[in-house]
């Protein structure tokens, strides 16, 4: 069964990419080519939160995401969160947030949005699972805050 793992991690930095940089080390995406995608859980995918993605290959290689990605800098807070909803033999759903506002908010914007996806799918309603990450900046520092769906392993950026 493929599986989907969220993982989640902050940086503070002296630019805005180092941030982000750090940011992706921390949850341990940061070798990876991100591929973004939107929001849907395949039928046969299992989520599981593992709060630092383990290896899934090789530096370089590509990895398909979703992702939530706050930034600030400082002073000031950024938050990034992320609901999901898989359903039992049915395609499920992903809602990203992120801003530079409180870890509640975001959470709420989540919640609220995925309800909202799942309504406009006529899909019936899963309790949706959410996690998010903060972080603070001081002033002259950049901070980010993502929280990441990883879809399976990394593949290779070229045909072998």
Do not use: C, K
């Given at each position: 069964?493929?599986?989907?793992?969220?993982?989640?991690?902050?940086?503070?930095?002296?630019?805005?990419m180092a941030a982000y940089d750090a940011a992706?080390?921390?949850?341990?995406?940061?070798?990876?080519?991100?591929?973004?995608?939107?929001?849907?859980?395949?039928?046969?995918?299992?989520?599981?939160?593992?709060?630092?993605?383990?290896?899934?290959?090789?530096?370089?290689?590509?990895?398909?995401?979703?992702?939530?990605?706050?930034?600030?800098?400082?002073?000031?807070?950024?938050?990034?969160?992320?609901?999901?909803?898989?359903?039992?033999?049915?395609?499920?759903?992903?809602?990203?947030?992120?801003?530079?506002?409180?870890?509640?908010?975001?959470?709420?914007?989540?919640?609220?949005?995925?309800?909202?996806?799942?309504?406009?799918?006529?899909?019936?309603?899963?309790?949706?699972?959410?996690?998010?990450?903060?972080?603070?900046?001081?002033?002259?520092?950049?901070?980010?805050?993502?929280v990441i769906a990883a879809y399976g392993d990394?593949?290779?950026?070229?045909?072998?």
């Open positions: 069964m493929p599986r989907i793992r969220i993982a989640w991690g902050s940086g503070v930095a002296p630019t805005e992706l080390a921390d949850a341990n995406v940061h070798n990876y080519n991100l591929i973004r995608v939107s929001s849907v859980i395949p039928a046969d995918a299992t989520v599981s939160p593992v709060d630092t993605a383990p290896d899934l290959g090789p530096a370089g290689n590509t990895l398909t995401v979703v992702e939530a990605r706050g930034q600030t800098a400082g002073p000031g807070q950024a938050s990034a969160g992320l609901a999901w909803a898989p359903r039992d033999g049915a395609p499920g759903l992903f809602y990203e947030a992120a801003d530079e506002t409180t870890p509640d908010d975001v959470a709420d914007r989540v919640t609220t949005g995925i309800t909202a996806g799942m309504d406009v799918r006529d899909w019936d309603g899963v309790e949706p699972s959410v996690r998010t990450e903060t972080v603070t900046a001081d002033a002259g520092e950049h901070a980010a805050a993502v990394s593949d290779p950026v070229f045909d072998q």
